[in-house]
Protein backbone atom coordinates (compact mmCIF):
# COMPACT_ATOMS: atom_id res chain seq x y z
CA UNK A 1 0.00 0.00 0.00
CA UNK A 2 0.91 3.71 -1.00
CA UNK A 3 -0.05 7.23 0.31
CA UNK A 4 0.57 9.74 -1.86
CA UNK A 5 0.34 13.72 -0.91
CA UNK A 6 0.78 16.35 -3.38
CA UNK A 7 1.42 19.90 -2.21
CA UNK A 8 2.54 22.80 -4.05
CA UNK A 9 0.11 24.38 -6.39
CA UNK A 10 -1.50 27.70 -6.56
CA UNK A 11 -2.66 30.25 -8.45
CA UNK A 12 0.50 31.92 -10.83
CA UNK A 13 0.36 34.11 -13.50
CA UNK A 14 1.32 32.93 -16.83
CA UNK A 15 4.81 32.56 -17.44
CA UNK A 16 5.21 32.12 -14.09
CA UNK A 17 6.89 28.59 -12.51
CA UNK A 18 5.32 26.13 -9.57
CA UNK A 19 6.65 23.29 -8.59
CA UNK A 20 4.81 20.20 -7.68
CA UNK A 21 5.91 18.01 -4.59
CA UNK A 22 4.45 14.39 -4.02
CA UNK A 23 5.43 12.62 -0.81
CA UNK A 24 4.93 9.04 -0.36
CA UNK A 25 4.43 6.78 2.55
CA UNK A 26 5.75 3.21 2.76
CA UNK A 27 9.67 1.78 2.34
CA UNK A 28 8.71 0.42 -1.08
CA UNK A 29 8.40 3.91 -3.05
CA UNK A 30 11.89 3.55 -5.03
CA UNK A 31 10.02 -0.11 -6.53
CA UNK A 32 7.33 2.09 -8.36
CA UNK A 33 7.29 4.07 -11.68
CA UNK A 34 6.05 7.57 -10.69
CA UNK A 35 3.53 9.52 -12.48
CA UNK A 36 1.83 13.17 -13.03
CA UNK A 37 -1.23 13.86 -14.33
CA UNK A 38 -3.63 16.09 -14.79
CA UNK A 39 -7.55 17.23 -15.48
CA UNK A 40 -9.32 19.96 -16.39
CA UNK A 41 -12.40 20.68 -15.51
CA UNK A 42 -15.00 19.37 -18.32
CA UNK A 43 -12.02 16.87 -19.72
CA UNK A 44 -10.56 13.97 -18.95
CA UNK A 45 -7.57 13.35 -17.13
CA UNK A 46 -4.39 13.38 -18.92
CA UNK A 47 -0.89 12.32 -18.62
CA UNK A 48 1.92 14.77 -17.98
CA UNK A 49 4.92 12.82 -16.81
CA UNK A 50 6.38 9.37 -15.70
CA UNK A 51 9.83 8.84 -14.22
CA UNK A 52 11.34 5.37 -14.34
CA UNK A 53 11.89 3.57 -10.51
CA UNK A 54 15.87 4.71 -10.48
CA UNK A 55 15.24 7.94 -11.91
CA UNK A 56 16.94 7.27 -14.75
CA UNK A 57 14.01 7.67 -17.39
CA UNK A 58 11.93 10.32 -17.75
CA UNK A 59 8.87 10.80 -20.08
CA UNK A 60 6.80 13.76 -20.68
CA UNK A 61 3.70 14.68 -22.86
CA UNK A 62 3.89 16.83 -26.13
CA UNK A 63 1.61 19.59 -24.68
CA UNK A 64 4.73 20.40 -21.54
CA UNK A 65 8.24 18.75 -23.40
CA UNK A 66 10.36 21.87 -22.99
CA UNK A 67 8.54 23.40 -20.23
CA UNK A 68 7.71 20.78 -17.15
CA UNK A 69 10.16 18.26 -16.06
CA UNK A 70 9.90 15.45 -13.52
CA UNK A 71 11.99 14.02 -10.80
CA UNK A 72 12.48 12.04 -7.91
CA UNK A 73 14.24 11.44 -4.89
CA UNK A 74 14.52 8.10 -3.49
CA UNK A 75 15.92 8.99 -0.25
CA UNK A 76 13.05 11.20 0.60
CA UNK A 77 10.22 9.05 -0.96
CA UNK A 78 9.45 12.02 -3.20
CA UNK A 79 8.80 13.09 -6.68
CA UNK A 80 8.56 16.51 -8.19
CA UNK A 81 7.11 18.36 -10.81
CA UNK A 82 9.06 21.24 -12.25
CA UNK A 83 6.58 23.70 -14.23
CA UNK A 84 8.14 26.36 -15.95
CA UNK A 85 6.49 29.03 -18.41
CA UNK A 86 2.96 28.61 -17.41
CA UNK A 87 0.14 28.46 -19.79
CA UNK A 88 -3.21 28.95 -19.21
CA UNK A 89 -4.10 25.97 -20.81
CA UNK A 90 -2.33 24.83 -17.99
CA UNK A 91 -5.19 25.18 -15.20
CA UNK A 92 -6.29 21.35 -13.76
CA UNK A 93 -6.10 19.23 -10.78
CA UNK A 94 -2.64 17.73 -10.88
CA UNK A 95 -2.46 13.88 -9.34
CA UNK A 96 0.71 12.36 -8.95
CA UNK A 97 0.39 8.28 -8.92
CA UNK A 98 2.72 5.00 -8.36
CA UNK A 99 2.42 2.04 -10.80
CA UNK A 100 4.44 -1.22 -11.46
CA UNK A 101 3.74 -2.12 -14.57
CA UNK A 102 1.92 -1.29 -17.69
CA UNK A 103 2.61 1.86 -20.09
CA UNK A 104 3.98 4.69 -18.80
CA UNK A 105 1.51 7.34 -19.64
CA UNK A 106 -1.75 4.90 -19.31
CA UNK A 107 -4.06 5.99 -16.10
CA UNK A 108 -4.44 1.92 -15.68
CA UNK A 109 -0.78 1.07 -15.70
CA UNK A 110 -0.78 3.50 -11.69
CA UNK A 111 -2.09 1.50 -8.92
CA UNK A 112 -2.18 4.60 -6.23
CA UNK A 113 -3.29 8.37 -6.82
CA UNK A 114 -3.17 11.25 -4.56
CA UNK A 115 -5.99 13.44 -3.68
CA UNK A 116 -4.63 16.30 -6.40
CA UNK A 117 -3.37 19.99 -6.12
CA UNK A 118 -5.03 23.11 -7.99
CA UNK A 119 -3.10 24.84 -10.09
CA UNK A 120 -4.34 27.97 -11.71
CA UNK A 121 -2.79 30.05 -14.89
CA UNK A 122 -3.99 33.56 -15.17
CA UNK A 123 -3.80 35.59 -18.44
Known amino acids: QVQLVESGGGLVQAGGSLRLSCAASGRTFSSYRMGWFRQAPGKEREFVAAIRRSGAGTYTADSVKGRFAISRDNAKNTVYLQMNNLKTEDTAVYYC????????????????WGQGTQVTVSS
Open 97 to 112: AAGIGGYFSSINAYDY
